[in-house]
C-alpha cells in the first residue's frame, strides 16, 4: 500500500505556472504508474496526465497537451506536474494517484491509491 500527499497547489493569474508536487510513502513507489487527475465543481473528475514506472512513457489529456509536464524521481518517491500557460478552465483539485497496473491508466478507476487534493485556483 502506498499513502500520497500532493502540495503545491494555490491561486495564480492566467498565464502563470504552479509546480505539483506527489510524495509518496513506502520504498516500492517504482512498482506503481502514477497520475494526474482534476475535479472541478459539478463536474467529474478527469484524467490529466499519466506516467510510466520509469517515466519513459507519459500522457496527457488534449486539453493539458503542450503545457503541463508531468515527471517523477524515483529515489525521492515523488511525482511532479509543471503547469504552464495557466488557463481559468484549469481551475480544480488536483489529486495524484498510484496503480499498481504496468501501463499508465488513462482514467480513474484504473487507479488504486489516491492523495486528498491540493487546490489550484487560476483567475483571469
Known amino acids: 500500500q502506498v499513502q500520497l500527499v500532493e502540495s503545491g497547489g494555490g491561486l495564480v493569474q492566467a498565464g502563470g505556472s504552479l509546480r505539483l508536487s506527489c510524495a509518496a510513502s513506502?520504498?516500492?513507489?517504482?512498482?506503481?504508474?502514477m497520475g494526474w487527475f482534476r475535479q472541478a465543481p459539478g463536474k467529474e473528475r478527469e484524467t490529466v496526465a499519466a506516467?510510466?514506472?520509469?517515466?519513459?512513457?507519459?500522457y496527457y489529456a488534449d486539453s493539458v497537451k503542450g503545457r503541463f509536464t508531468i515527471s517523477r524521481d524515483n529515489a525521492k518517491n515523488t511525482v511532479y506536474m509543471q503547469m504552464n500557460s495557466l488557463k481559468p478552465e484549469d481551475t480544480a483539485v488536483y489529486y495524484c494517484a498510484a496503480s499498481r497496473s504496468p501501463v499508465p491508466g488513462r482514467t480513474p478507476p484504473e487507479y488504486d491509491y489516491w492523495g486528498q487534493g491540493t487546490q489550484v485556483t487560476v483567475s483571469s
Open positions: 513506502g520504498r516500492t513507489f517504482s512498482i506503481y504508474t
Open positions: 506516467i510510466s514506472r520509469s517515466g519513459g512513457t507519459t
